[in-house]
């Protein structure tokens, strides 16, 4: 059951990083208005595609390509590993990470990814970071005003993680002055998110840049079938007196037995 979600999640992160870095969402759903059109009717303003609308000027003005750029992970575990590794073929111009365990060098090796050591300097490196640690106390708003200064002007931001792992206030204001060009996930700080949650409406300067969905990315049909199949095992060993599988035992006795990275 362990590790169910893993490639479903590392799927939606790299889902995520596209949307953003291509103007996914407002290609789709945003038109270009005039100030009089603005006056009269504010829905004006949405469904570029479903009304038939072809401002292609408007959103390729903020796309880019992920070729050429530096993208890094918070937490290079079971599901960081694997978002660098899906992220090998785009030919990014380098690959990081930031955790408190270095991978294994042949791991590292193998997805061409550079540890940095200072949360900071490591933000400050990347075109886009990506959140794939646990939440706990040491990491409760670790994304928050004061390391939000320290990205690149203009960095995309991704959060499957957890949503208390990023400061929601502070998210916001960095979208609304383009510090960050665009935020995108599926984890809330407040689950279900309130109709006012600031993530629902948060937007860049330009009016996009938000691509948050319901906590959905770790439970595709896929990882359902994989959560049944894990716990039928386990209580099948449970109920015959058999040993567990390694990687379903989190909790052994007296210590910690799960190994966060794939490769370990």
Not at 58 to 83: M, Q
Not at 220 to 225: E, G, I
Request: charged share 20%.
């Amino acid at each position: 059951m362990s590790g169910s979600n893993v490639v479903s999640v590392a799927e939606h992160v790299i889902m995520s990083i596209l949307l953003l870095v291509r103007n996914f969402v407002p290609a789709h759903e945003v038109r270009r208005i005039s100030p009089e059109t603005f006056l009269m009717d504010l829905s004006d303003f949405f469904q570029m595609i479903e009304r038939g609308d072809w401002q292609v000027s408007d959103i390729a003005r903020n796309a880019f390509d992920l070729e050429g750029k530096v993208v890094g992970t918070i937490g290079a575990g079971r599901i960081g590993y694997r978002v660098l590794e899906r992220l090998v073929p785009f030919n990014c111009k380098e690959l990081l990470y930031y955790d408190y365990a270095p991978l294994p060098e042949a791991a590292a090796k193998a997805v061409g990814a550079r540890k940095v050591a200072n949360l900071k300097e490591f933000v400050s490196q990347c075109d886009v970071v990506t959140v794939n640690c646990p939440l706990h106390e040491g990491t409760r708003d670790l994304v928050n005003a004061d390391l939000l200064q320290h990205f690149k002007k203009g960095a995309w931001l991704v959060n499957t993680a957890r949503g208390a792992i990023c400061n929601a206030d502070d998210v916001a204001a960095a979208l609304k002055s383009g510090q960050l060009n665009g935020y995108s996930g599926d984890v809330w700080n407040v689950q279900p998110a309130p109709r006012d949650h600031v993530w629902r409406t948060a937007k860049n300067t330009l009016g996009a840049g938000n691509g948050m969905v319901p906590h959905y990315s770790g439970t595709t049909l896929d990882a359902q079938a994989r959560y049944a199949a894990g716990t039928k095992s386990i209580l099948e060993n449970y109920m015959a007196g058999k040993p567990q599988d390694p990687q379903n035992i989190i909790v052994g006795l007296g210590k910690y037995e799960t190994k966060a990275c794939k490769c370990n």
